[in-house]
């Protein structure tokens, strides 16, 4: 889910940078744009090592040569958050003057806002401001209200910013489609395994990892802990999910095991090698003119396996790279493997499966039902994925 944080020049800017890590250890995207203000506290460069993301400062920045980016983050945000707001731009926000990124961008945008202000206790209780208030209420922000106490100007009185955790439970609650998994821990395999033939080769496949990645945001968005064993070169895990990186079908078997008996459910999103070479030479197999013969041996099914340790009851989903037309493989695949459902990704589109960022799943349980997510992004079906398991009979 994508976040834009919005940060003006207020003394607490400094306490954006946290805040900015949390958001992202809650499973959000960030990206941050600062006014002028903003940028006497933080800077560009601090944001954008933190987050990975590029940092807006002007009207005029423009990331993606061609696309204006107030245009381009305000479609894309799922939700804005500007904190801390100060009093000027709490109230040009609420006056719908854009004179600036964060302010242009904000009126450009439909997401939810969340707004955390900081400022002098009487700047916080003047009319104006107060009035300003009710305005974005009004238009359905979520105000965070600042807390008692002295403020950076000596004062005594309400406009320190609020805590961290206050400002991330806001942008949860605007943004939840639900806490189902609160507390729950989600045990993830994801990416490919690669099996060695030599020192310097292996067998692997096209899987990216993407989709375990988004089902481990989904998680932490639905407010469960994600566990992600993952092979090697998948995609970047989310921060704030427990990460553990394997080679091959053996290792992601014996790590994935070990942390299947505290998972309340359990997703078998990894390409697993079905076969390893019986032997991996030491060194490197040196070229000759003579055919070589390669003899492979199955691997055991990492899925199937954790349904012999798992806590009785927990939920085991399995993914399958099938066309549309062909739903009985995967239907087969649930009794052989012991699954609750299986998530079918229909390979014959282009824009869905490996490598791509969306993708279009058929979920088949073991009771019969069937549920389509439809053409959606990765992290979109991981979130609908979650719901219909979580909410199952
Ligand atoms: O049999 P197939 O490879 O199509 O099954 C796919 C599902 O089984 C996926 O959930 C995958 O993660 C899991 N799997 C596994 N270990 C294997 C093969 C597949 O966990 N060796």
């Known amino acids: 889910m994508n976040l834009v944080l919005g940060v003006s020049g207020s003394v607490a800017a400094y306490r954006s940078a946290d805040l900015a890590r949390e958001l992202m250890r809650a499973g959000f995207v960030v990206r941050v744009c600062l006014t002028d203000a903003a940028e006497k506290f933080v800077t560009q460069a601090l944001f954008e090592a933190l987050t990975g993301q590029p940092c807006l400062t002007s ?106 955790s206050a400002i991330v439970d806001a942008v949860r609650e605007i943004t939840a489609r639900s806490a189902k998994l609160a507390g729950k821990t989600v045990l993830i395999t994801s990416g490919p395994t690669r099996e060695p033939l030599d020192s310097v080769r292996f067998l692997s496949n096209r899987s990216s990892g993407k989709m375990g990645s988004a089902l481990a945001r989904a998680v932490m968005l639905m407010g469960g802990q994600a566990t992600l064993v993952c092979g090697p070169g998948s995609a970047r895990p989310p921060l704030g999910a427990q990460v553990v990186r394997v080679e091959t079908a053996l290792d992601m078997l014996e790590a994935a095991r070990g942390l299947a008996q505290r998972a309340d459910l359990i997703v078998g999103a990894a390409a697993v090698a079905d076969y390893r070479p019986e032997q991996s030479a030491h060194g490197k197999i040196r070229r000759s003119s003579e055919p070589i013969e390669l003899r492979l041996v199955p691997n055991p099914d990492v899925i199937a396996e954790l349904g012999k340790v798992a806590k009785p009851g927990v939920r085991i989903v399995g993914f399958a790279a099938e066309p549309d037309s062909a739903l009985d493989a995967a239907r087969q695949k649930i009794v052989r493997k012991g699954l609750f459902a299986i998530a079918v990704n229909n390979v014959s589109r282009p824009d869905a499966g490996f490598d791509v960022d969306s993708n279009e799943l058929s979920l088949l349980f073991a009771d019969g039902r069937t549920a389509r997510s439809g053409l959606q992004s990765k992290l979109s079906c991981a979130l609908w994925l979650l719901e219909q398991i979580v909410d199952s009979p």
């Open 59 to 164: 009207a005029f920045d423009e990331p993606v040569a061609g696309r204006m980016a107030h245009i381009d983050w305000a479609r894309s945000a799922d939700v804005i958050l500007v904190a801390p707001a100060t009093a000027n731009t709490l109230n040009k926000l609420a006056a719908g003057i854009a004179d600036d990124m964060l302010t242009t961008l904000v009126l450009a945008s439909e997401a939810p806002l969340v707004i955390a202000p900081a400022m002098n206790p009487h700047m916080y209780g003047s009319e104006v401001t107060r009035n300003s208030l009710d305005e974005l209420r009004a238009r359905a922000a979520s105000i965070v209200e600042p807390l008692e106490g002295d403020v950076a100007c000596g004062e005594q009185g309400q406009g320190k910013l609020a805590s961290i």
